[in-house]
């Protein structure tokens, strides 16, 4: 707020400046009515008197007026500068209510510094959060590093420790455990290497053209073994029957193998597993992979997609999982501009990904490649 005794020394200031332009002004006119007269006798007492009257009323008017304006002005000016400069000092700066119906240049710039403000904290939001998403994930690493890495030390330390009195069973086990635990660690730092690759903003993709159908067949091919074992089906459905798109092939094929190893690791009692891609309005391409296993908690629905989420009460589920293997889906979807949700009922659970069938470059894509 402004102090009253600078609010009090710019009114002095401006009426004082006023005082003195109506001194310098008035005698003037005076002096040149005055003249007026001497040269024009016939301009009578009667005529010249009341028409000096009404010019020095209208000149006083106005210097009364201006000075007023001129205050009034300054007074809000100042009121401004030492709210912008209250702003400075304080870590989130607050828009600033000002209006000024004399100068609309300086509202003008009132409400571009309060869209400045605006933004400012919007990012210092977004700061905050990113410095605790941060935090929470190096958490969740250190935990889901740490758990392996100390099983991987004791079965090995008993190894070495005890080597004389373990069996070769015993041994081998231990041995075959502690390798166990090592491929975990090292599917962990393979998907948040492949995380953190979805999270730059210039990220590089080789964007080809290639045809649906033939990804659906390559990768349901490579599940063969490990449905049969599982008693899943494996099937795909395109419609049309060949759909022509645009994307990084490699990328995309990682989106449908994280969405079938989750079908296949979360959906218990499922008897077939199924992808499907339709052509719909706008230029899109709708892939849907469904399971008929367990349904998803209607709660968790919209939290499946952050890094480490488990819809497992405990972290350290027996599944396998990292908890980022969705996170690495949504991220190269959002990349390739498409979208992912999930829907499940007690019928099915479908994971849903939109593309557009043809990427077009933007401003934020300078780190993609197109080839041919």
Avoid at 279 to 303: A, F, H, W, Y
Wanted: proline fraction near 2%.
């Amino acid at each position: 707020m402004m102090k009253k005794a600078s609010k009090q020394r710019l009114e002095i200031y401006y009426f004082g400046k006023g005082a003195l332009l109506t001194l310098i002004t008035i005698p003037g006119l005076f002096f040149v009515f005055n003249s007026l007269q001497k040269q024009m006798p016939a301009w009578s007492t009667k005529f010249c008197w009341p028409f000096f009257c009404l010019i020095a009323f209208l000149i006083l008017g106005a210097i009364v007026w201006t000075s007023w304006r001129e205050c009034k002005q300054a007074v809000s000016i100042q009121r401004l500068t030492d709210e912008l400069a209250q702003q400075v000092n304080q870590e989130q700066g607050h828009t600033i209510e000002w209006q000024h119906p004399v100068d609309q240049r300086v509202a003008t710039l009132t409400k571009q510094f309060n869209q400045v403000i605006t933004r400012s904290n919007q990012l210092h939001q977004q700061e905050e959060e990113t410095k605790s998403s941060r935090d929470e994930m190096m958490t969740n690493i250190s935990h889901d590093l740490r758990t392996p890495l100390t099983a991987i030390i004791g079965y090995l330390g008993l190894v070495v420790m005890q080597k004389d009195q373990l069996s070769t069973a015993d041994r081998n086990k231990y041995i075959q455990t502690a390798y166990d635990k090592a491929n975990q660690m090292k599917t962990l730092v393979e998907d948040l290497f492949e995380f953190s690759k979805t999270q730059l903003q210039n990220a590089s993709l080789n964007i080809t053209e290639f045809s649906v159908g033939d990804l659906f067949a390559q990768l349901l091919a490579s599940y063969e073994v490990e449905a049969q074992e599982k008693g899943i089906e494996l099937t795909y459905l395109i419609e049309p029957r060949l759909i022509i798109m645009e994307g990084d092939s490699d990328k995309l094929a990682r989106v449908l193998m994280n969405l079938i190893n989750n079908a296949f690791k979360y959906a218990k009692g499922a008897t077939f597993i199924k992808l499907t891609a339709q052509v719909r309005p706008n230029d899109q391409v709708e892939i849907r992979v469904t399971n008929d296993g367990e349904s998803i908690p209607q709660d968790s629905l919209d939290s499946l997609f952050d890094r480490f989420y488990r819809v497992e009460s405990s972290r350290n589920s027996k599944t396998g999982g990292t908890g980022l293997g969705l996170a690495i889906v949504k991220g190269i979807v959002e990349q390739h501009h498409g979208q992912v949700k999930v829907e499940s009922s007690q019928e099915a659970t479908s994971f849903v990904v939109s593309l557009p069938i043809h990427q077009v470059a933007t401003n934020d894509d300078e780190g993609e490649s197109v080839s041919d």
